[in-house]
DNA sequence: CTTTTTCGTTGACTTCGATCAAGAAAACAA
DNA sequence: TTGTTTTCTTGATCGAAGTCAACGAAAAAG
């Protein structure tokens, strides 16, 4: 899986030995259209690296799916609250697209993390990654009103945009679809 | 420091020699009530750990100060944003109170990483941690209404109710002390 | 290609938090 | 104590997002 040993070695290179036991790990899927990855209730045991696709990662609250991110290929998707605490999820994450996922399951990164410290590190890094992640997307409903997340969204150019339907768009940034479709109107 | 090493057992034991490499790089500090530890602009290069005390975490948007977080006595308090990235601090962090903390700076930090795998290591739980708080708080915002997180803040009957000024509550719930008076009168 | 379903827009109206303003209560200082 | 400042409450009004409903456009299914 050579875009994971690239995004590695960006991150922090793993010594050779470490790579190949990690290898060992992966679990390639391929997963189709609209197909879920974790459901409502189970304990996400997997971080998964997203080869090629888009998956969405919601919750569903009085019959509404309230999608609180997605994934596209180069991102680890996972529910990583779930996943760290072992506690069920409250989430379901789905493919929006044929997709091919690297699943690592928690109990071999637990033995991995034991093995090499620069996988123990690479652990750290991408907790760190994913807090800067999370904590930006907080920032952004703490300090701003949904048209201006829109107006980030346009700057930094998302794939979100081409990618996503707009009513997925509009749960991703807190509104109603008839809400996002006036603020675009407003410009 | 007994009750950080007390922290650290839980979440993952030290060795002796990690523990006293650690405590060389501690430095106390008395902080007196209304004092900065950080200000806006400047990079935060240090986690510290509240030993007494309560710290405030907020951001000044078009002169109103937005608060973010609070951190109580055994709390890591950081910009753990600016700490990661080096990049410069958008949120202030004021003691509430005279307080006691206690720092390791980000470059004694990262040798003790590499000097030992076991702090390593509780560099990923504490990472780990801080996802797990902001991905919770985030939720609340995304899922929640203002009343909502009011009636949580209640029921987990934080210290924050007794210890703090209710417009600061307000900002932290993400409305105005108006409406948090009126959220009150609800019940 | 036609039919059916999904998606996006628009209008009328409601709801809830923000704003502005005034006054009461509590905390603090002289 | 008294006076001053800060914090909290209440009322009136405003505005942005929600809700409900209708309709046209686009996409999917046949």
């Known amino acids: 899986m050579e875009a994971l040993k690239n995004y590695f070695n960006k991150l922090f290179p793993l010594t050779e030995a ?17 197909d879920l990855i974790l459901e409502e209730g189970q304990k996400c045991d997997f971080i998964a690296f997203v080869g090629e696709g888009i998956c969405r990662f919601y919750y ?3 019959g509404e799916e309230k999608i609180t991110a997605f994934f596209f290929s180069g991102d680890f998707v996972t529910n990583y609250r779930s996943f760290l605490t072992g506690q069920p999820s409250e989430h379901y ?16 990164l637990l033995q ?18 994913l807090y800067l992640t999370v904590a930006r ?51």
Chains 1, 2 share one sequence.
């Open 137 to 187: 997307r907080l920032d952004s409903f703490l300090y701003a009103t949904p048209e201006e997340r829109y107006q980030e969204l346009l700057q930094r150019n998302s794939k979100l945009l081409q990618e996503v339907p707009q009513y997925m768009l509009a749960s991703y940034l807190g509104v109603k679809p008839e809400t996002l479709s006036r603020i675009r109107a407003r410009k």
């Open 93 to 108: 994450i789905e493919c929006m697209q044929q997709s091919v996922i690297y699943k690592v399951f928690k109990k071999d």
């Open 18 to 34: 470490a790579w190949q036991d990690f290898e060992q790990c992966l679990v390639k899927e391929t997963v189709v259209k609209k």
């Open 60 to 62: 569903v609250k009085e």
């Open 112 to 129: 991995l993390y034991d093995q090499h410290q620069c996988i123990e590190r690479l652990g750290r890094l991408i907790a760190e990654n």
